[in-house]
Structures are given as structure tokens and as C-alpha cells.
């Protein structure tokens, strides 16, 4: 039963990181934006005077960090009822290819491209939620 949940989750949360890839450029940065203009005020209250652009960059990569953490907490869960060995690795490697191909997928989407540096984040991404997981498995068992 497990199992079959935590599958499950992985499925939502690619669906959810592909259909990002499908929007537009427009879409997206309409998106990211929102997010962008409402987290800039609270830096400025901070001290900080981040330029707009600047900080959207920052928001569209944390976005991808943490979709691919969550991604990768959620795979490494799951392969560790699965498998017994090399699991962190199996972990990666899928994760490497879901983040390949939501870069493909940005390919065929109006004004998006593809970037190996996002496949190299994304992976981070994924690295950093399978360490988290791993440490809380141990933590709680």
C-alpha cells in the first residue's frame, strides 16, 4: 500500500513539473512573477533592494531546486521499499531522466529552451531531497 501511494506521488509531482514546462514563456514568467513581486517587498523591509529580473531568475531556479527536492525525497521513499541495493543511485538516475526530459520538453513549448544547467540543477535538486529522506528513514527507524 505504501508502495502504491508514494508512486503515486512520484506521478503527481511529474505531472505537476511537466505540465510547468508545457506553459509558454509568457505563462511562465507571468508565474514566476507573481511569486517574484511578492517576496521582493519583504526584502526590501529587510534591507535588501533586489533588481525585479534579477530576483525572478532567482524564484524560477528555487522552483526547480525544490520541485526536483521534493521529487528526489519522494523516489528515494519509494525505491527503498523496492530495492536493496545502490538505491541513492537508482534515485538519481531516475531523477536525471525525469529532468531530461522536462528539458525536452521545454524544446517543443513556444519560447522555452532547454539548458543543461537545469538538468544540472534539477539533479541537485533531487540529491538534496534524497539526502533529507535518507537521513529522516534513519532518523525513524
Not at 503515486?8 to 511529474?14: N, P, S
Not at 521582493?40 to 533586489?50: A, S
Not at 524564484?59 to 545502490?86: D, P, W
Request: hydrophobic share 50%.
Amino acid at each position: 500500500m505504501k508502495k502504491t501511494i508514494s508512486t503515486v506521488i512520484i506521478l503527481l509531482i511529474i505531472a505537476f513539473i511537466w505540465s510547468n514546462s508545457y506553459q509558454a514563456k509568457t505563462d511562465s514568467v507571468q508565474l514566476s512573477m507573481f511569486f517574484t513581486t511578492n517576496i521582493q517587498p519583504l526584502l526590501i523591509k529587510l534591507g535588501l533592494h533586489p533588481n525585479v529580473n534579477i530576483l525572478d531568475t532567482y524564484v524560477r531556479k528555487l522552483a526547480h531546486l525544490t520541485e526536483f527536492m521534493a521529487l528526489g525525497a519522494v523516489i528515494y521513499y519509494t525505491f527503498k521499499q523496492i530495492f536493496t541495493t545502490h538505491i541513492a543511485k537508482k534515485s538519481i538516475l531516475l531523477a536525471i531522466c525525469i529532468a531530461s526530459l522536462d528539458e525536452v520538453i521545454q524544446i517543443y513549448t513556444p519560447g522555452r529552451t532547454a539548458t543543461i544547467g537545469d538538468v544540472l540543477l534539477d539533479t541537485t535538486g533531487s540529491m538534496i531531497g534524497i539526502l533529507i529522506m535518507k537521513g529522516l528513514l534513519k532518523l525513524f527507524h
